[in-house]
Nanobody
Framework: HVQLVESGGGSVQAGGSLRLSCAVA????????VGWFRQAPGKEREGVAG????????YYSESVKGRFTVSQDKVKNTVYLQMDSLKPAESGMYYC?????????????????????WGQGTQVTVS
């Protein structure tokens, strides 16, 4: 039973920071692409960042490169997304998802349908 659980969402002012966490269970953590996606109301889900769990290579969409940082704790099977300089347009639900490692590419703009397992999402509001 694969489970991904996000946490760390909340409300922040424009220019502020948030750190999201994604705990992964029931999945062979190594050699996996864990991605972060976001979905604003009325918009399609889009990829923002990914990490190859077998190493530490990271991938970003052009819109967040230089402001967001994805990292992992291999002992805790947890992936993090540090989001700095947040903008109001980046408000929405943020999801983490897992897929075979080949789905991690640069820039990180995969099809969400290519990812097999998803968390329930965490809300981020930037005002």
């Amino acid at each position: 039973h694969v489970q991904l659980v996000e946490s760390g969402g909340g409300s922040v002012q424009a220019g502020g920071s948030l750190r999201l966490s994604c705990a992964v269970a029931g999945w062979t953590y190594a050699n996996t692409c864990v991605g972060w996606f976001r979905q604003a109301p009325g918009k399609e889900r889009e990829g923002v960042a990914g990490i190859y769990t077998g190493g530490n290579r990271t991938y970003y969409s052009e819109s967040v490169k230089g402001r967001f940082t994805v990292s992992q704790d291999k002992v805790k099977n947890t992936v993090y997304l540090q989001m700095d300089s947040l903008k109001p347009a980046e408000s929405g639900m943020y999801y983490c998802a897992a897929a075979p490692w080949g789905l991690c590419r640069s820039p990180f703009t995969p099809l969400p349908t290519d990812f097999d397992y998803w968390g329930q999402g965490t809300q981020v509001t930037v005002s």
